[in-house]
């Protein structure tokens, strides 16, 4: 059952034990397990990533079948519908569009005495996209990961994804991988995938920057390879809040909680509502519409644990509150959605007013559904083409420029007890008279 509470009870301390699912001590023997991964894949290679995905993902694979074959990739299409095609078509499309919008350009200045200076941008060598498939399978996350990669220009792009039952990865999955353009995919999961990408193994090529989300064992191995490789945020578990008045419909309110609560028995599903009546609404569909759930038994364990129902004082108390805890998404299923975003500081996607469901977001709006979970969204934001990007800083100074800030040089260099750094401004200067 989902629980209600009025904000007059310890409302901070519930939403940050949520929030804190993914690192708080419960975890820990998970990251135990994640660490072992990691450092056997680190010196085992292959033979560990087989290990693991008969112990996790119970597949028996050889060295040769972690790749998928050319033949598996064609066949694929011949596995999907007319309408699904047609489906990840538009998808690719929208999210393509959307990130093509502003694509980091880079840029040099011209400034007084011959100054340049500038950004350049440019793709890591090799990305590593991780789609999820433990519980559900995930074509829309390849399009959300593959579409950025290939839009930044990066030269190698490759996919892991767990192997699926009977080692047969989802033909929807291997069809949006090839419309997003990727070609390099490997049947393989969890920690051990993510240390494969990061470390390299004798068949997984190691890369630059992991992305894609996961559940707690991905999310956990991201966080630790981070350094050896760069990652795009921590896009663990699902969440989503949601802030409702008294004009929202309370079984649109609750598919929306259960279409969160679906993904993962880690995922989290909140409301807070100004109304005591929509409270208990949803309440009552949320259980309706658990009856005959496919995935109720997951989807319950969700909504026992990591689901919420507050009654708050007002809309303002509400988005101070979303913003203790900095959703994944939010949904403001309010009269004037408008009015309340300027409040809003940390959210890792918006979805405004009655009409507009996550699941617009998560399968074609365009903007991008990797998104920070567990309060990353305090600092981090969804996965973009600069995910894929960085850049050098460009700089030239002429000998007249030197000149007249070779003295502020100095003092600097001297201030911190570096007298090469001095010199190597002076000699400069010295050369030119
Ligand atoms: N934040 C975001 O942007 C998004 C998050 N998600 C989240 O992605 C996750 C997908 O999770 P899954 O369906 O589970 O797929 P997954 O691919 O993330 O995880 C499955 C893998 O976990 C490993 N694993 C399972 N049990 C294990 C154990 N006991 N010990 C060690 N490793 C184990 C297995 O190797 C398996 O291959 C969900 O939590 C979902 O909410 C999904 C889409 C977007
Ligand atoms: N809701 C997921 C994305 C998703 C993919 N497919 C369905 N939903 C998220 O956390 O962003
Ligand atoms: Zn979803």
Redesign the pocket.
């Known amino acids: 059952m989902l629980r209600i509470i009025t904000q007059q009870a310890d409302v901070s301390a519930e939403l940050q034990r949520i929030c804190d699912r993914t690192h708080d001590e419960q975890v820990l023997h ?1 990251e135990a ?2 660490r072992e ?1 990691l450092q056997a894949v680190k010196r085992q290679g292959d033979k560990a990533v087989l290990h ?2 008969a ?3 119970h597949q028996t694979l050889k060295p040769e079948e972690l790749r998928v074959s050319g033949s598996e990739l064609d066949a694929a299409y011949q596995q999907v519908s007319k309408e699904l095609l047609q489906a990840i078509r538009l998808a690719c499309r929208q999210i393509e569009a959307f990130h093509r919008q502003r694509v980091p350009k880079s840029w040099i200045h011209f400034g007084d005495d011959e100054v340049v200076l500038g950004k350049r941008y440019t793709p890591v060598d090799r990305a590593g996209l ?7 399978a ?1 074509p ?2 390849v399009l ?1 990961n593959g579409i950025p990669a290939k839009v930044a220009g990066v030269p190698r792009v490759v996919m892991v ?3 699926g039952v009977g080692k047969a990865i989802n033909p929807a999955v291997l069809v949006a991988a090839q419309e997003a353009g990727v070609q390099e995919i490997y049947r ?6 993510v240390a494969a990408l990061a470390y390299g193994t004798e068949t997984i090529p190691k890369v630059n920057v992991i992305t ?8 956990l191995a991201k966080k630790l390879v981070y350094g050896t490789v760069g990652i795009d ?7 989503v809040l949601i802030i409702a008045d008294e004009h929202a419909n309370p079984v649109n309110v609750a598919a929306d909680l259960l279409a ?1 609560a679906e ?2 028995p ?2 989290a599903a909140i409301l807070l509502t100004t109304d005591a009546a929509l409270a208990k609404n949803v309440q009552v569909a949320v259980e309706r519409q658990l009856v005959d759930h496919p995935r109720r038994i997951d989807t319950e364990k969700a909504i026992a644990h990591y689901g919420l129902i507050v009654v708050v004082e007002s809309l303002e108390a509400a988005a101070e509150l979303s913003n203790e805890f900095a959703p ?1 998404h939010l949904e403001l299923e309010i009269k004037d959605p408008w009015s309340l975003i300027p409040q809003i500081r940390h959210a ?1 996607a918006i979805f405004l007013g009655y009409s507009t469901p996550e699941a617009v977001g ?1 399968y074609l709006a365009g903007p ?6 567990s309060g990353a969204a305090r600092y981090a934001s ?2 973009g083409v600069e995910t894929f990007l960085k850049h050098s800083s460009i700089i030239q100074y002429s000998q007249t420029a030197l000149q007249k800030v070779a003295g502020a040089i100095n003092v600097l260099a001297t201030a911190e007890g570096l007298p090469s750094h001095a010199d190597s401004v002076r000699r400069r200067i010295q050369q030119e008279e």
């Open positions: 998970k397990t994640v991964v693991y995905t112990e996790f993902d991780y789609v999820p498939g433990g519980r559900a995930y829309s996350t959300m994804t767990p192997p393989v999961g969890g920690a051990q995938a894609g989300p996961g559940n707690i064992y991905v999310t945020s921590l896009a663990g578990p699902s969440e969160q993904h993962d880690m995922a994944e890792g998560d991008n559904h990797t998104l920070p979970t969804a996965l």
